[in-house]
Each structure stands twice: as C-alpha cells, then as structure tokens.
C-alpha cells in the first residue's frame, strides 16, 4: 500500500540544523510532489512547503524561506527536509506528505507520514 | 496569504448526531479545498478532496459542499470513532494554509 515512513525524533541546540528523511513506498515516486507540514505542540497544522518530483522545483512558506531545503533521492524514493538554524518555536512534529493533483480541483495531500517530532532545547 | 476561518472551534455532540462545520476563505477559492481528520498523536487523514468528494475509504456519513469562499464538512449519524480535530486547507494559492481546526468532543 501507498505509505511514507519517516526518520525518528530529533533533540537539537538552538542554531543547530536537523534533516529528516520520509521514504516512499507502494507508489511511483516520482510522478508525485511531496509536501512538507509541521504541527507545534497543541497547535495546529502549518504548511511549510512542497518539491516537485518532475523538476526539482520548491516553493517554501515565508516564515521558514531561507532557512529550510527539500530535496528527494529518486535512487532511494525519499524526501528529506532539511531545516537550519533551530529555534525553540521551530519545536515541531514535521510531517511529510504525498501531493495528489487533481484536474481542475486543486490538490491535496494523500498519505502523510507518521510524523517526526522535532525538539529543540539548551 | 488565503486566510482559512474554521467554525465552531470546538463541538460537543452525541453519538448518533449530526454535525456541520463551516470554513470559510478570505478569497474566492473555487472548490480548491479539502478536510482532513486527526486524531491524538496521529498524522492528519485525508477526508474530502475538491470540496465534495469523497476520499477512498472514508464512510459514506462524511460530505462537504460549498465553493467561492464558504464551504460545509457535515458528518451524519456521529459514530464513536469520529470524536477527532477536524482541519480545512486550501489549495488555490501559496501558501496551502490550513484552518485553526475543529474540536469535535462527546457530550
């Protein structure tokens, strides 16, 4: 079946960077676009940004541009999200998630990963 | 940025009810717009995609409509294992921003 699986939970200094990994499975990768959202503790859900698997191309939110890459691996059929320059409010569950394209319907974001809780603490 | 308002924020209902939550965009959308459900410490499921379909898997209860700026996720006979935050996204610009979110809780 169609799934991502995601590296395990980080703890991080502030300033420090972390990279997590969401292998692909069950799907051809590289005919979809990952997307990436993170969710703060009892918050909700905020969208961080999305590569295409056909070109490479991303487009990032606002708030974390400069500070955040997301590359795939086609060889290994995983997405990663690389984001530097921790900050205690970077303090996070990041998901990774499938981007399906609908015809004239937008598009929307099917499976997500189980998550990957990142902690950033002195 | 597409501004997403979610109401009610929170919702008490019975097994066996019928619920409606509205989310309404700060711009014409189209019908650009999903719902997504989640529950404690569980990654966000795909409910309704394109405003009104019906994703896969999910039971027949969960509908959305609406398109333009004001849409509805109602989900009819509450089942026990509905109990669940419930998140609108649009997808028509960037950002794809997400309401606040939908607690939906037992009375």
């Known amino acids: 079946q169609v799934q991502l699986v995601q590296s395990g939970g980080e703890v991080k200094k502030p300033g420090a960077s972390v990279k997590v990994s969401c292998k692909a499975s069950?799907?051809?990768?590289?005919?979809?676009?990952i997307a990436w959202v993170r969710q703060a503790p009892g918050q909700g859900l905020e969208w961080m940004g999305w590569i295409s698997n056909y070109n490479g191309n991303t487009n990032y939110a606002q708030k974390v541009q400069g500070r955040v890459t997301m590359t795939t691996d086609k060889s290994t059929t995983t997405a990663y999200m690389e984001l530097r320059s921790l900050r205690s409010d970077d303090t996070a569950k990041y998901y990774c998630?499938?981007?399906?394209?609908?015809?004239?319907?937008?598009?929307?974001?099917?499976?997500w990963g189980q998550g990957t809780l990142v902690t950033v603490s002195s | 940025d597409i501004q997403m308002t979610q109401s009610p924020l929170s919702l008490s209902a019975s097994v066996g009810d019928r619920v409606t939550i509205t989310c309404r965009a700060s711009?014409?959308?189209?019908?650009?717009l999903n719902w997504y459900q989640q529950k404690p410490g569980k990654a966000p499921k795909l409910l309704i995609y394109?405003?009104?379909s019906l994703q896969s898997g999910v039971p027949s209860r969960f509908s959305g409509s609406g398109s333009g700026t004001d849409f509805t996720l109602t989900i009819n006979s509450l089942q026990p294992e509905d109990f669940a935050i419930y998140y609108c996204?649009?997808?028509?610009?960037?950002?794809?921003?997400f309401g606040q979110g939908t607690k939906l809780e037992i009375k």
């Open positions: 996204q649009q997808t028509y610009g960037a950002p794809r921003t």
């Open positions: 394109a405003a009104s």
């Open positions: 069950g799907y051809s990768f590289a005919s979809y676009d």
């Open positions: 711009q014409s959308i189209s019908t650009y």
């Open positions: 998630a499938r981007v399906v394209i609908g015809a004239n319907a937008g598009n929307w974001f099917d499976p």
